[in-house]
DNA sequence: CGTGTGACTCGGT
DNA sequence: GACCGAGCCACAC
């Protein structure tokens, strides 16, 4: 099979992201060099062909809300609660702190 | 090539 | 804080 370009890049960038902390789909999108694509990184997210391997659920919402996950919101507060991630209300914990912005 | 879709984002109300 | 509308993008049809 073949993947696009676009989602091979966004896939590798997520990589860099360290257990513990979290990314956005914006600043994920700007990483693959598509600024304004963060829809799109949803999309790619969505189908990830590489679950779950890929971890795509250390990937969120600016605001610090969760996003979605292919199974269930719950399955991804898990996940992120097993690397240190504290989520409350649907919002994660200190979310500037742990935000991952590939500085 | 035009249209619809969605794990998004921002700005206004 | 919640809701809504508009903008943006890659992708499937």
């Not at 960038?13 to 990483?31: E, F, Q």
Request: aromatic fraction near 10%.
């Amino acid at each position: 099979m073949t993947i696009s370009l676009f989602a091979a890049t966004v896939y590798d960038k997520l990589r860099d992201v360290p257990a513990g902390k979290v990314t956005t789909y914006g600043y994920l999108a700007r990483a693959a060099g598509f600024a304004k694509a963060a829809r799109a990184v949803g999309g790619v997210m969505r189908k990830n062909p590489f679950a779950p391997s890929v971890p795509c659920h250390r990937v969120v919402r600016t605001d610090g809300s969760i996003g979605g996950f292919n199974g269930g919101i719950t399955k991804k507060i898990k996940l992120l609660n097993n690397e240190g991630v504290r989520i409350r209300n649907g919002k994660i914990v200190d979310f500037k702190r742990i935000l991952y912005k590939f500085d």
